[in-house]
Nanobody, 129 residues
Framework: QLQLVESGGGLVQPGGSLRLSCAAS????????ISWFRQAPGKEREGVSC????????NYADSVKGRFTISRDNAKNTVYLQMNSLKPEDTAVYYC??????????????????????WGQGTQVTVSG
């Protein structure tokens, strides 16, 4: 069982940058694929990006490609989401979660459509100004 804690959210002007962190604790967090999701008020939750356990495989939603970068430092048990060129439509609560796929799969690849659990509490990102 993993515990995930997000941090790094805040208020930023359009065009600005933020880096979110997802700190993992528990048994072998480096074996889990981790995804970032977001949910804006009145909207459904959407997948933003994912990284395999090794970090070698990543995937992005079309809406953030070229602007967001996911990475992970398994020595620190932390997954990052670098967000550049932020837009007002990026405003949302951002969550990280761990996939429920077998280790043999999640170490190598990831998909935001998988089933996820061990959700963090979320961090608010507001792009305004």
């Amino acid at each position: 069982q993993l515990q995930l804690v997000e941090s790094g959210g805040g208020l930023v002007q359009p065009g600005g940058s933020l880096r979110l962190s997802c700190a993992a604790s528990g048994l072998h967090p480096e074996t889990y694929a981790i995804s970032w999701f977001r949910q804006a008020p009145g909207k459904e939750r959407e997948g933003v990006s994912c990284a395999s356990g090794s970090g070698a495989w990543t995937n992005y939603a079309d809406s953030v490609k070229g602007r967001f970068t996911i990475s992970r430092d398994n020595a620190k048990n932390t997954v990052y989401l670098q967000m550049n060129s932020l837009k007002p439509e990026d405003t949302a609560v951002y969550y990280c979660a761990a996939s429920k796929q077998p280790v043999s799969v999640s170490q190598l690849v990831c998909a935001m459509s998988w089933e996820y659990d061990n959700w963090g509490q979320g961090t608010q990102v507001t792009v305004s100004g």
